[in-house]
């Protein structure tokens, strides 16, 4: 008798066929969702990591400073010359009114001489006209007298004559005569009153405008012999001779640096800063410096308005205590301050800086076996460090050391 045999549901045929179509499955999905990302390989030796931290943040900039003086006092050249002699040398403690060289100049003593000449002579002149004046003074006083004596004599015979006349002696021609004589010598004695007087005015006004022109004169003199004394130079105050390097028979031109007296009354820092910062520079803006293992306080004293070669000038003076031991001509860094210190996440400075402008960083994983790319956005800087603003939480560990051989990969594999 025939038996019904069951068809089988799962015949190998039919799982061989469902598995194949299971793994052709993973296949696409594999191809699908697949990491995609470039990676690279790392060793872990060759690169630097730092972890983001939170802690106090200040912004600044390194600056030279050079140590001078705190006070400079220039010696330029008055008149040009010919160096003819040095009565001391580059760093010598000198006094005010201490000699220093000695300037020759023939051209101008010949003209100082000429000049000299040329005003004596005019002096002379106007001190003769003086002289006149007085002479004619006496000379119009002896006018006078000589009048009065006359007027004397007139008057006494104008007296005879008309006595002599009403007794009937004289005719009346002589007693007119006698009288036209007096009346005569009258009237010349008015008029060289009136001389006399206008004679004075104009005596006193000429004396005046004499004594004022040789008063100008003589000060004209002093000048001269004054400009002359500036051929010897001469310390203007208490202090140390420095860039005093002249040598006989240099020639200076007028206006020209002879020299400087540096006065010891404290040092300051003079510092060349990039024009970037023009408008962030203040006067009182403060600094610090580290010496001898302790930090000073400076603070902005003066700003150079003028920029050269990309830079400005600043003088620092010290806060408070002034370093032992610093010297004149000493370059000392410090830090220019463009804030006060701030809570911040902050991440040390490094090579990656230079490749990726601040906008990525590499942040390594929890197994440190991966750095993965990042965007981040960097704010302020100073030596050390940068402040974060976004992307990075605290202590996550960034590679900081330079990316210039990663290329732009999304991951280094870290072995």
Known sequence: MDRIIEKKRWTTKKIIQIAAIAVFACFILLLIFRDRSSRLNVDKNQITVAAVLEDKFQEFIPVDGVVQPRTTIYIDAV?????????????????????????????MQLSYMD???????????????????????????????????????????????????DDGVY???????????????????TISLELQRLDSISTEDQKRQIAASIERMKTNLSLLKSNMEKLVVRAPADGVLSSFNLEIGETKNPGERLAQIDIMDGFKLRANIDERYVSRVVIGQEA?????????????????TGVTGGAFQVDMLFTGEVPDNIKRGQTIQMRLKFSTPTD??????????????????YVVNASEDM?????????????????????????????????????????????
């Open 344 to 361: 911040a996440l902050i991440l040390k400075r490094g090579g990656f800086f230079q490749q990726t402008g601040g906008n990525w960083v």
């Open 371 to 415: 750095a993965i790319k990042r965007k981040i956005k960097l704010g302020r800087q100073n030596t050390k460090f940068y402040e974060v603003l976004e992307g990075l939480e605290p202590g996550e560990k960034v590679i900081i050391s330079s990316y210039e051989t990663f290329g732009d990969k999304d991951k280094l594999i870290l072995k």
């Open 171 to 189: 005719t009346m021609k002589q007693y007119e005569d006698a009288k036209r004589d007096y009346d005569y010598s009258r009237r010349q004695l």
């Open 288 to 304: 610090e410096i580290d010496f001898n293992g302790r930090t000073y306080d400076l603070y902005v004293s003066k700003i150079y």
């Open 115 to 165: 000049q000299e000449t040329r005003m004596y002579d005019a002096i002379n002149n106007l001190l003769n006209s003086r002289i006149a004046l007085e002479q004619n003074k006496y000379l119009r006083q002896k006018e006078i007298t000589n009048l009065l004596y006359e007027i004397d004599q007139v008057e006494k015979e104008f007296e005879r004559s008309q006595k002599l006349y």
């Open 79 to 107: 008149l040009g010359g010919t160096v003819e002699k040095k009565y001391l040398e580059d760093g010598a403690s000198v006094m005010k009114g201490d000699t220093i060289l000695k300037l020759s100049n023939a051209n």
